[in-house]
């Protein structure tokens, strides 16, 4: 069972906008930041957004990321054939004992 | 900029048991949070230990408390992870990843990764 609840896959064309939600509760999301990161194959994990909207430096600002709630969503509009790749989203929960909890991770295709 | 190296993968036997290290260097080594992420087909990414900067705090996933033992030497620039009980499900990369000060801040860069392979 899943903490951090996303959708296994998303997909769209290039140039559309692709939204990906992560559903949590009160003990993560609710009370914590939000941080999404992209994986992809034979890489190492690079963060795309860090507390719930703040884009590192060299992340396109084609990404975005929103919260709401127990919520939180990652938007990348202008879709490119780069953006292909597994994301994840991350944050702490006060009810576990170990402090940090990732979702299920969304596969993006672009079509 | 900051380099994270893993090593000490390799394949084990169930019940086995099995050290990773993790070579720092780029950033002042003893100022932050460091912590351990593995990505396995099922799970996709799971957070597995943190050790804070002085190595007096440490924090466990459920799924590998009292089986695995995170701790660094910050003389050293180095991060580890004594694994112990091995099951097939501990099978997957574990990469060693750069916290904050504290155990809130965002997890990144992470290394390569060093592969574990569970299996008789």
């Known amino acids: 069972q899943t903490v951090l609840r996303q959708p296994p896959s998303a997909s769209g064309t290039p140039g559309q906008r692709v939204t990906i939600s992560c559903s949590g509760s009160s003990s993560n999301i609710g009370s914590n930041y939000v941080n999404w990161y992209k994986v992809l194959p034979g890489k190492a994990p690079k963060v795309v957004i860090y507390i719930d909207n703040e884009r590192p430096s060299g992340v396109p600002d084609r990404f975005s990321g929103s919260k709401s709630g127990t919520s939180a969503s990652l938007a990348i509009s202008g879709l490119q054939p780069e953006d292909e790749a597994d994301y994840y989203c991350a944050t702490l929960d006060g009810s576990l004992t170990g402090p940090w909890v990732f979702g299920g991770g969304t596969k993006l295709t672009v079509l | 900029e900051v380099y994270l190296v893993e090593s000490g993968g390799a394949v084990v036997q169930p019940g086995g048991s099995l050290r990773l290290s993790c070579a720092a260097s780029?950033?002042?080594?003893?100022?932050?949070?460091m912590h351990w992420v593995r990505q396995t087909p099922v799970k996709g990414l799971e957070w597995v230990s943190l050790?804070?900067?002085?190595?007096?705090?440490?924090h466990y996933a459920d799924s590998v408390r009292a089986r695995f033992t995170i701790s660094r030497d910050n003389s050293k620039n180095s991060l580890f992870l004594q694994m112990s009980g091995l099951k097939s499900e501990d099978a997957g990369l574990y990469y060693c990843?750069?916290?904050?000060?504290?155990?809130?801040?965002?997890?990144?860069?992470w290394g390569q990764g060093t592969l574990v392979s569970v299996s008789s």
């Open positions: 990843a750069k916290g904050g000060r504290g155990i809130s801040g965002v997890i990144d860069p």
């Open positions: 780029g950033f002042v080594f003893s100022d932050y949070t």
């Open positions: 050790i804070s900067r002085d190595g007096g705090h440490t």
